[in-house]
């Protein structure tokens, strides 16, 4: 049953008034515009009025129902009023703004930032950025030293699992990239070196680029998109899930439980899977040098032995115990700064695998070159 009684008087080109009843609010809206739009049309009429006196209760949303019948008959430039308002209906149709209603939709356009604006708001990022790096790095390594001296109190279970989830679930993708790199690398040196008919160097190139870069960086690299985003996306989840803040409330340190075991599992596989590659480039180099150049086995494996010396292995594995420390660190710092949603989650995941990349061939660089000088 309406609460409302709507009242017609006029012709169409002439005067039209309306004469309303009973109550206007929201749960009856959509019923009285509907019958508000039939009985106006296209406001074909000389002039508008809404005679009010009836109204028992009108709301908020039947007030600016009517400024809105009012808006559209001056555009129309059809004079309009109301009449016989009571106090309280005058006072609900007042609280409208006008002015607000009668201003056109507009989107505020916001200036992009000035050079030097973007400058010194990316300065002051990249400051607050580093000390929160420094305080994580201070923690860490105090962790790890306390480690060390106290080894009962790490948790080796949780090593352990990471050791498995970093490196043995790893060694297929290792494996197969590394054989994959040690078969291109063979094929493209031995177009060249046949020319001058120095086929037997394809070993020593093979070999000193597998075991000196190629095999510590990419390996890192594989390392870093496998395993340091899903440890990000793993310490981002649980300060999602503020899981990391009951673990401070029970009493734990969040870098000594979570941060430590994914360090020390990454030390000890990181080195282990690039030994893995080193061997498997070398195989893969191997393979080209049997099949595609006619040599022994024996004259492949000699020249390659004479390639290099316990130096470049040792370097080579400290090169992988420096980059571990990197992929597992910044993943987990960048963990740390989720906060939000899963998008959160997302973004440290992506953030960590670029700041290890970055950080891996930047070192990768510095190591390249203090090398050469010690060597």
Not at 97 to 115: N, V
Request: charged share 15%.
């Amino acid at each position: 049953m309406r609460e409302y009684s709507i009242k017609a008087e006029g012709n169409r080109g002439g005067s039209f008034k309306l004469f309303l009843s009973g109550a206007i609010a929201l749960d009856t809206l959509t019923i009285f515009m509907t019958e508000m739009n039939s009985l106006l049309g296209d406001m074909d009429f000389a002039n508008i009025a809404i005679d009010l006196q009836g109204i028992k209760y009108i709301d908020s949303a039947g007030a600016l129902a009517l400024i809105r019948i009012e808006e559209r008959a001056r555009r129309q430039f059809i004079p309009f009023s109301f009449m016989n308002m009571s106090a309280d209906t005058e006072r609900i149709i007042g609280l409208i703004d006008y002015d607000a209603l009668s201003m056109p939709p507009h989107m505020t356009e916001k200036k992009p930032p000035r050079f030097f604006e973007r400058l010194g708001s990316s300065t002051i990022w990249l400051y607050h950025e580093i000390i929160l790096l420094m305080l994580f790095i201070g923690d860490l390594f105090a962790s790890l030293a306390e480690s060390i001296i106290h080894p009962r109190f790490v948790r080796w279970d949780a090593v352990l699992f990471y050791m498995k989830k970093a490196g043995v679930d790893g060694l297929p993708i290792v494996g197969l990239i590394s054989i994959l790199i040690g078969l291109i690398m063979a094929f493209m040196a031995s177009l060249q070196l046949r020319l001058v008919g120095a086929n037997i160097y394809v070993a020593s190139l093979v070999t000193i680029a597998i075991v000196r870069e190629l095999g510590p960086i990419m390996t890192a690299i594989l390392v870093a998109g496998r395993s340091g985003s899903a440890f990000a996306a793993e310490i981002g989840t649980m300060m999602v899930n503020d899981e990391v803040d009951a673990l401070t409330v029970m009493g734990f340190d969040p870098i000594k439980f979570l941060v430590v075991p994914k360090v020390l599992a990454a030390v000890v596989v990181v080195p282990i899977l690039t030994l893995y590659a080193d061997i498997l480039g070398v195989l893969g180099g191997l393979v080209v040098g049997i099949i595609g150049m006619d040599l022994t086995f024996y004259a492949y494996m000699q020249q390659t032995m004479n390639s290099f010396d316990v130096f470049d292995i040792v370097s080579s594995l400290f090169k992988s115990i420096c980059f571990a420390v990197l992929i597992a660190g910044i993943s987990c710092h960048r963990g740390f700064h989720a906060k939000g949603g899963a998008e959160s989650v997302g973004a440290s995941a992506t953030s960590a695998v670029v700041a290890s990349i970055f950080l891996i061939v930047v070192t990768d660089s510095a190591f390249a070159i203090m090398l050469q000088y010690i060597r």
